[in-house]
């Protein structure tokens, strides 16, 4: 299994609906996890934290199942500004001091 | 303002020239770290620091050097630039040494090696 792996998308969304997706790891022993947004082009930006078995912040939800080793991150009531790429980060099964990133998971809110 | 900042932001060299691309944190955190990021493959760490004259390789630091002498400082060397180094590159810092916690990304240098 890969370090850290995301279906890519796109993800069309209609505005004002629910998206949800999944992250899965393969690090085992990781005990904080993060979701960044990215804008084309742009650095990413932290989005959210989660070290325990989930996190909510606004319309953003993420959830850690641990036994399946993924994480999920829900965006409800969805903005056009929501439109992104949105990326899983974990700690490496490589390095301690090293993080995984994913390949993203492509959003976009159709209006 | 905390930031990190990058320079130059754009670059088109031809290959074997060297360059640096520089990197510089006003946030006084120990951990520094260099990804490059190309389409289909996503952030690939290059190296890291975790603290002054501290540095280790990540997944990808062939062909590229780094240098830590001072903590607000991190520079991206590439002694003889080849086109497979094109890419964009991001410089990041981090309050934990660790490098596990939030990343505080510079704005992106995009690099064509030709």
């Known amino acids: 299994r890969k370090e850290v792996e995301q279906d890519p998308g796109p993800f069309n969304v209609p505005e004002g609906a629910t998206v949800a997706f999944n992250c899965t790891y393969s690090?085992?022993?990781?005990?904080?996890f993060f979701w960044y947004r990215q804008d084309c082009r742009k650095e990413p930006k932290l989005l959210m934290s989660v070290y325990s078995s989930g996190n909510e912040d606004g319309r953003f939800t993420a959830q850690l199942n641990r036994a399946s080793q993924y994480i999920s991150l829900l965006i409800r009531d969805s903005k056009l500004s929501d439109s992104a790429t949105y990326l899983c980060?974990?700690?490496?099964?490589?390095?301690?001091?090293?993080?995984?990133f994913g390949k993203g998971n492509q959003v976009v809110v159709i209006p | 303002e905390a930031q990190v900042t990058q320079n130059p932001r754009y670059l088109i060299t031809v290959t074997g020239k060297k360059l640096t691309v520089t990197c510089s944190q006003n946030?006084?955190?120990?951990?520094m770290s260099w990804y490059r990021q190309d389409p289909g493959l996503g952030l690939r760490q290059i190296y890291y620091?975790?603290?002054?004259?501290?540095?280790d390789k990540g997944d990808v630091p062939e062909g590229y050097k780094v240098s830590r002498k001072e903590k607000r400082n991190f520079p991206l060397i590439l002694e003889s630039p080849s086109p497979n180094q094109t890419s964009l590159y991001f410089c990041?810092?981090?309050?934990?040494?660790?490098?596990?916690?939030?990343?505080?990304f510079g704005e992106g240098s995009r690099l064509t090696v030709l």
């Open positions: 620091s975790m603290n002054v004259e501290v540095t």
């Open positions: 690090n085992s022993a990781s005990q904080s």
């Open positions: 946030m006084n955190h120990e951990y």
């Open positions: 990041a810092s981090s309050p934990r040494t660790s490098g596990i916690g939030e990343l505080f």
């Open positions: 980060v974990v700690p490496s099964p490589y390095g301690n001091n090293r993080l995984a």
